[in-house]
């Protein structure tokens, strides 16, 4: 559908029509175009539609329109007349800051809720009369179990990132929260992808629903320029390092596969002059959102994450994402690269590959039908002692290392002379072979000390 129609000719309310203008917005992504007709129609429906796309602004406007236009004259306390269940607390806070903001010059109260927290705080705010809901399972649930919430007035509930919730185990409860609405209710299921378990799931939530899609299924978005350097596991983090030093890399998402490795990796990189933080669910409330403040406003350039973590996260335009290591879910890595290149915007995603994750790679280029360019791993880098011991351990046969392959660790430049890489997402030449050979081992000459900013 083109995206032509304006948010005037989607019939919305002045006051929401004035909250889009103030966020600069001038025309309806395609998923609000498609989207917004049917759930003002009052219409169930299926969106394909990832983080990115603005799918958030697409199921609120029309929300927030219902509330405006159907005003309540009474309304209990603790039941709110929405219900947004999303997967993350991150998303969470996410929706509800866009509830707020879409609908700053109306009246409407929104609560978000979730677990990590004090629940204390959240049964006095659910003494109040409240509109929008937003919420994650558990805490949710504890709530209802409290008698501190009841549900039965939800007039729309949305499922947001429901394949994402389906991932992360929650599919009872989201069994247990359904048997709490009441029949007669609008439901409105979001998802990056449709597998045959959401599908399942839809039948179970969606009555007669209209499905929508803007992105074909499992592509990569197109404005994201991808590319590979394929580095020994035991060298990323200096590799890592030296790129976003020498790149003036501002503001990078780095994913990492586990908690502790995104930790070790925020260390190696603040050690090594860098404002980096890792961010994950281990992480206390406060310093995530303490660390995703950070990043946003620029203090932190290098914002270290693990897939669960970095999901919802709403950050404008992010320039440039990494896979420290690729996910072995090939589907991550849509969502992953789905953080940049975010409306209109481009942006560049880098993976850092060993060879041991070749296989994740192949699945990778073939769930999203394209060959991602390898571009040589940038030289004039030097491996921590660590990292040096570790490659000189590692068993070696029966691969053995190419002597023509030049990707790896090389004395450090003279002295005003700059690395040959410049940017090496941006080197967009295309490489065949060479680049594929595990890089060679071993330091060619003693490592020089290394300047720390
Ligand atoms: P979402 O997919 O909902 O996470 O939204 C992605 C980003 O797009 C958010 O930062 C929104 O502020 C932004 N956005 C949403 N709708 C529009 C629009 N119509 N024009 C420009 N940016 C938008």
């Avoid at 993350?88 to 609560?111: C, I, P």
């Avoid at 809720?113 to 509109?131: C, E, H, T, W, Y």
């Avoid at 609405?181 to 009555?207: C, D, H, W, Y």
């Avoid at 060993?354 to 390898?374: H, N, P």
């Amino acid at each position: 559908m083109s995206t032509e129609i304006s948010f005037a000719s989607l019939s919305l309310a002045e006051p929401l029509l004035r909250a889009i203008e103030e966020e600069g917005y001038t025309v309806p992504t395609p998923i609000q175009a498609q989207a917004i007709p049917h759930v003002l129609a009052g219409s169930d429906l299926m969106a394909a539609a990832q983080t990115g796309t603005g799918k958030t602004a697409g199921f609120t406007l029309p929300i927030l329109q219902r509330l405006i236009t159907q005003p309540l004259t009474q309304q209990k306390s603790g039941t709110p007349r929405v219900l947004i269940l999303t997967p993350t607390r991150e998303l969470a806070a996410q929706v509800q800051e866009s509830v707020r903001t879409y609908g700053k010059h109306a009246r409407v109260s929104s609560f978000v809720m979730f677990g990590g927290v004090n629940i204390n705080p959240q049964i006095s705010a659910l003494r109040k009369p409240l509109d929008v809901l937003v919420a994650t399972p558990g805490r949710l649930l504890d709530h209802v179990q409290q008698r501190t919430l009841d549900l039965s007035a939800v007039e729309v509930f949305v499922l947001d990132e429901a394949d994402r919730m389906l991932d992360m185990g929650f599919i009872r409860d989201i069994r247990k929260v359904l048997a709490l609405l009441p029949k007669l209710r609008q439901n409105l299921l979001f998802s990056a992808t449709f597998s045959e378990e959401i599908r399942t799931l839809a039948r179970g939530v969606l009555n007669n629903p209209v499905e929508v899609s803007v992105s074909p299924r499992n592509t990569t978005a197109e404005r994201v320029e991808q590319s590979v350097h394929m580095v020994p596991q035991a060298h990323k983090r200096d590799v890592l390092s030296h790129i976003i030093r020498e790149s003036g890399w501002h503001q990078v998402l780095v994913f990492t596969r586990t908690k502790h490795g995104a930790n070790r990796l925020a260390e190696k990189l603040v050690k090594d002059g860098l404002q980096a933080a890792a961010i994950h669910g281990n992480k206390s409330q406060a310093a995530r959102t303490k660390a995703l403040e950070g990043f946003k406003s620029g203090k932190l350039s290098v914002l270290v994450a693990t897939d669960i973590a970095a999901r919802g996260l709403d950050i404008d335009q992010l320039p440039q994402v990494v896979n420290f290591e690729l996910p072995n879910m090939p589907e991550d890595y849509v969502h992953r690269i789905g953080r940049t290149g975010r409306a209109g915007a481009a942006g560049n995603a880098l993976s850092l590959v060993d060879i041991d994750e070749m296989k994740y790679l192949k699945a990778i280029e073939r769930l999203t039908r394209q060959t991602i360019t390898q571009v040589p791993a940038p030289t004039g880098w030097t491996p921590s002692p660590a990292a040096a011991r570790a490659i000189d351990d590692a068993p070696r046969a029966p691969r053995r290392p190419d002597p023509r392959a030049r990707s790896g660790p090389r004395s450090a430049p003279k002295a005003g002379a700059r690395s040959n890489t410049g940017s090496p997402a941006r080197a967009g030449t295309r490489t065949e072979g060479r680049a594929d050979s595990r890089p060679a081992a071993r330091p060619t000459s003693r490592p020089t000390p290394r300047k720390v900013a």
